[in-house]
């Protein structure tokens, strides 16, 4: 099955890629195309192109897709098979546009929850390194000793300098997991919150439930009023935020009950503790959904073989809780 991603313009090629399934996927590779041409379908087809890419992404952030995301295209030399690579239009100088920006984001996000590509930076070509990179890591004299070789062009500077600072923004939104065409599929509005106490939560002060208001609003959970009326909205919320968790012991029953409160606060405790290590830096929000969860990953996946001699299946066990110095899950 050809794996399209929503929302962009399919254009699809019949030449210059490998129509076969890339056995792993650990990265996106961005590149600029050093042309202003609205279209790259042109060039790839032809014959003595030799050359092609999954993605390419115009100055207004349309998006055009030249074959199934899961086949090999031939953008990058040896990290071709392993690699989704997103070509822009520009040239040699100059930074990618805000709407480049967001759409680039938005594969990588498509990137990481269709193939689980990590959402942080690579460092370079290293068959080992995973995550969101750009053309120079792999070529030289910049690649590092050991490194693919993604072009045998010396000096390339692909995809530039003015765009490779761009990089990190493009990482944290796409960690924000952005790829569907709305906002923010994680976030969910509710409308016309109405002010009728339930049932499930008499348990709590108002003052409490003003609090798990505002804890569930700082998760993007809950929309209605911070007013400590615990509602069939502010219910809703606490039940979507249970059932969301990934997490296996959460019963999502709408009550802010006592395994509900432990896991919140084990999860802000697990937030802290990561964020004194090396790497990205996410909310302390009590939230355990995939922004949490590919932090997780990365820092057993950093510290793997060193620190961290565990499994890594973005779950925190005991061994990986012991090396954060935080308790297990309650
Ligand atoms: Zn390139």
Redesign the pocket.
């Known amino acids: 099955m050809t794996v399209k991603m929503p929302g962009v313009v399919w254009k699809p090629i019949s030449r210059n890629y490998t129509k076969r399934r890339r056995a792993r996927t650990d990265c996106v590779i961005l590149?600029?195309a050093v042309t202003e041409a609205s279209s790259l379908k042109g060039w790839f087809n032809n014959p003595s192109a030799g050359a092609s890419s999954h993605f390419y992404v115009r100055r207004d952030g349309t998006i055009e897709q030249y074959m199934g995301a899961e086949y090999i295209s031939w953008?990058?030399g040896a990290g071709n098979s392993r690699s989704i690579t997103v070509e822009t239009q520009g040239m040699g100088t100059g930074s990618w546009t805000g709407p480049q920006v967001k759409s680039l984001a938005r594969i990588c996000s498509f990137a990481h929850e269709k193939f689980g590509v990590r959402t942080s930076l690579m460092q370079n070509s290293l068959p080992s390194s995973k995550g969101i990179g750009y053309?120079r890591l792999g070529v030289n004299p910049w690649r590092v000793n050991g490194g693919e070789l993604w072009?045998s062009s010396r000096g390339?500077i692909?995809?530039g300098y003015d765009r490779i600072p761009q990089i990190p923004t493009i990482a944290a939104n796409a960690a924000g997991g952005t790829y569907a065409p709305v906002a923010n599929p994680e976030k969910r509005p509710v409308k016309n919150p109405k002010p009728v106490q339930g049932t499930k939560n008499k348990h709590l002060s108002k003052a409490q439930v003003k609090n798990v208001q505002r804890a569930l609003a700082t998760c993007g959970i809950y929309r209605g009023k911070i007013d400590g009326v615990a509602g069939p909205v502010t219910e809703e919320a606490i039940e979507y935020y249970q059932r969301n968790q990934l997490w296996g012991n959460l019963v999502a029953d709408g009550m802010w009950g006592p395994v509900c409160v432990a896991h919140y606060k084990w999860v802000k405790q697990l937030q802290t503790a990561m964020n004194n290590w090396k790497g990205s830096k996410i909310a302390v929000d009590g939230d355990y959904r995939k922004v949490t969860r590919a932090r997780v990953e990365d820092i057993m996946e950093r510290n793997h073989g060193g620190a961290y001699k565990g499994v890594i299946d973005a779950k925190p066990g005991p061994v990986f809780c012991k090396m954060l110095e935080i308790p297990t899950h309650p």
């Open positions: 590149h600029i953008a990058n053309h072009s390339k692909c995809p």
